[in-house]
């Protein structure tokens, strides 16, 4: 007689739970396990997640190469990009007569070039502190006189209309 008691008090109670979670009020914890290279990143609860871009040119004799964005924000990294053209324009002006001055719009190559773009989604969770998601790598050859400004932009946004569906499946808090 216990034993059947025992029996259907466990019977009842699987069927009680069981109907809780089908119902709802159960809910099991999102880990957000992202597969990776060599195995998987457990996140757990995303805490801000970012779309990040950055952008490198680099030529042949690998010493000048120049770092222009790194991990800047994806969405309005056009600021950014053109405040460190404009550094570079200002390097470039010392010592020139105002009337042979350049901008950051009309720096031209005077080699050429690739234009490396990196697209990533950096997270901030419970597990890892920062976590950064590379999603995709561009290289774009600029030959010599190559107006750096608008080709630039022009490459960058493409790639990001291109990796617009990775991003969308990277992104956990924007669903």
């Known amino acids: 007689m216990k034993s059947i008691l025992a ?29 990776v290279t060599g195995g998987a990143v457990k996140l757990g609860n995303i805490y801000d ?16 190469n120049q770092e222009f964005l790194e991990q800047a924000n994806a969405d309005d990294y056009k600021t950014a990009y053109k405040n460190k053209l404009t550094e570079l324009a ?4 010392q010592g020139r007569k105002e009337a042979e001055k350049t901008t950051a719009e009309s720096l031209t190559l005077t080699k050429p070039a690739k234009l490396e773009i990196t697209t990533a ?23 010599v006189g ?16 291109e990796q617009k569906p990775q991003f969308d499946s990277a992104l956990y808090l924007k669903k």
Not at 49 to 64: L, Q
Not at 121 to 143: C, H, I, M, N
């Open 146 to 161: 190559t107006q750096l400004y608008a080709k630039s932009i022009e490459s960058v946004d493409a790639f990001l209309k």
């Open 49 to 64: 997640e970012h779309k990040v871009v950055s952008v490198k040119m680099i030529f042949d004799d690998n010493v000048s």
């Open 90 to 93: 200002n390097l470039v002006n």
């Open 121 to 143: 989604v950096r997270y901030r969770s419970e597990y890892q502190p920062v976590f950064t998601l590379a999603l995709g790598t561009k290289t774009v050859d600029l030959p």
């Open 7 to 35: 029996g259907s008090a466990i019977v009842g109670a699987a069927l009680i739970v069981s109907s809780l979670i089908g119902s709802g009020p159960v809910l099991f914890k999102s880990e957000n396990i992202i597969p």
